[in-house]
């Protein structure tokens, strides 16, 4: 199947340029938060919008973004807290491949955080872009992957200022929040759904095409379902398709839970057999049977990177992007005329009623944020069996995965039961609780009908 090329000889001054990455243009100032210049609105989902801002420092104008509340969430009084503890999560992980956030402030009433900026696009969006090609080149999709699963790695393994385990589960990992900067960098975001590892039980969170077969089970969750989720990513990234495209839950469930494990080689036979084996361990239904941490996931792809005997860099993806988005204009990081950004941040301010009474913009404004955004900040993590650690990777140049886990190509899979999918979870209530259960023996009785009737079906034909 036809990719795009980047080419084999590249000017170095082209490189240089690229690796600096594209130049933010001088937006005017739409209006100010603090310290801050804001420029724009950059996107706007159903839990938050975010705004492009400026900021003057000693080295000179750093751009930055400054994360609001949806206004239809505004009056969820739980929500405010959420807020703060998902910025609280963010302010206390370093690693050059996370979004890192620099403060949580209060701008007239309206909490809100700032955060680094990426200039650059989701991988959503380079999944849209490259579809017509099948997919990226594989050593690209290895990279990426391999620098979120260092980022993983890290939160998994991150601690708070007391030196305590947080035992972050990201729960929430897709191309949506990966952004892959101009320079060539790649960056994990948005902890909003992020829990500890202690607290995960009857909770799914994450994007349904996305989750885990643990999270659509509703179990508790550990590193290993993060994994998962970056092994969605990168088969998607190496066939250039969405792998879960059901439309119905049940089938949906059904596909992750216990269809058969993806081999993106099925897809296209010029995807690399041993790529294609780091998916199939990552996709493993059975957790045991996945790499045991996402940084197994990240020496894994490196080797393979190795392999190929193509070391690849952020040059490399920075080239490919440029080639991808050759107008200026699609890398522009706002669009649009100015007034309407000055029209859509002001609605930040406007009148709006708060239980049942009417609030004028130089009121403070309760803003509050989803209860399915983030919970409490964690506890101590919980892990399972210690046996598969890093040293337990084949060496380099051998096939994967570890005598200790199932073979990539002859992966035994152990089936878990039908799954469901739930919306996020209500405060605590014992009939909300019942109805629930009532609600999950429904569905499992209606499961398993249907997958009676299909075999019926079969037999009789």
């Known amino acids: 199947m036809l990719r795009p ?139 990426v992957c391999a620098e979120i699963a260092d980022a993983l790695d890290y939160v998994h393994n991150a601690r708070g200022v007391m030196g305590k385990p947080l035992g972050i589960v990201h729960r929430d990992v897709s191309p949506h929040n990966i952004m892959v900067g101009w320079n060539g960098s790649a960056k994990l975001l948005d902890f909003g759904i992020a829990r500890a590892m202690a607290s995960q039980a009857n909770e799914h969170g994450g994007k349904r095409g996305y989750a885990s077969p643990e999270q659509i089970r509703m179990e508790p969750v550990d590193p290993r379902s993060d994994v998962f989720s970056l092994g969605i990513v990168l088969c998607e990234l190496l066939t250039g398709k969405r792998l879960y495209e059901e439309e119905n839950v049940v089938e949906l469930a059904a596909a992750i839970t216990i269809g058969p494990v993806p081999n993106p080689t099925d897809v296209d036979p010029d995807i690399p057999a041993r790529i294609s084996s780091i998916v199939r361990v990552a996709l493993a239904k059975n957790a045991e049977d996945r790499f045991f941490t996402a940084g197994e996931m990240a ?99 051998a096939e994967l995965p570890t005598p200790a886990r199932a073979s990539a190509t002859t992966l035994s899979l152990k089936p878990g039961e039908g799954g469901r999918l739930f919306p996020p979870p209500v405060p605590p209530d014992p009939a909300a609780e019942e109805a629930r259960s009532l609600v999950r023996f429904l569905m499992i009785i209606a499961a398993t009908v249907v997958l009676l009737c299909v075999l019926g079906y079969f037999i009789l034909e």
């Open 5 to 143: 090329k980047i080419g084999d000889s590249v000017d170095p001054q082209t490189v240089v340029e690229l690796r600096s990455g594209a130049k933010i243009p001088e937006y005017p100032s739409v209006g100010t938060v603090g310290p801050y210049d804001v420029l724009g609105r950059l996107a706007r989902g159903g839990m938050a919008e975010v705004f492009l801002a400026r900021e003057s420092t000693a080295d000179g104008p750093r751009h930055l973004v400054l994360k609001f509340i949806a206004p239809e969430r505004r009056n969820d009084e739980s929500f405010a807290g959420l807020f703060e503890k998902e910025a609280e999560i963010g302010r206390q992980l370093f690693h050059p491949n996370i979004c890192h956030v620099y403060e949580y402030g209060n701008h007239q009433g309206n909490p809100f955080m700032s955060l680094e900026y990426v200039h650059g696009v989701s991988l959503l969006t380079v999944l849209r872009r490259i579809q017509k090609f099948g997919g990226l080149p594989p050593r690209l999709a290895a990279y």
């Open 299 to 397: 020496f894994a792809l490196r080797q393979y990177l190795e392999a190929t005997g193509e070391p690849t860099d952020g040059r490399d993806l920075a080239l490919f992007l440029s080639v991808m988005f050759e107008d200026p204009s699609m890398r522009a990081p706002l669009s649009g005329r100015t007034d309407r950004h000055k029209e859509r941040f002001e609605s930040i301010k406007k009148r709006q009623t708060f239980d049942g009474v009417s609030v004028s913009s130089s009121d403070p404004e309760p803003i509050e944020i989803p209860a399915d955004s983030i919970a409490p900040l964690p506890g101590e993590p919980t892990r399972a069996d210690p046996s598969f650690q890093l040293q337990h990777l084949s060496p380099a140049g």
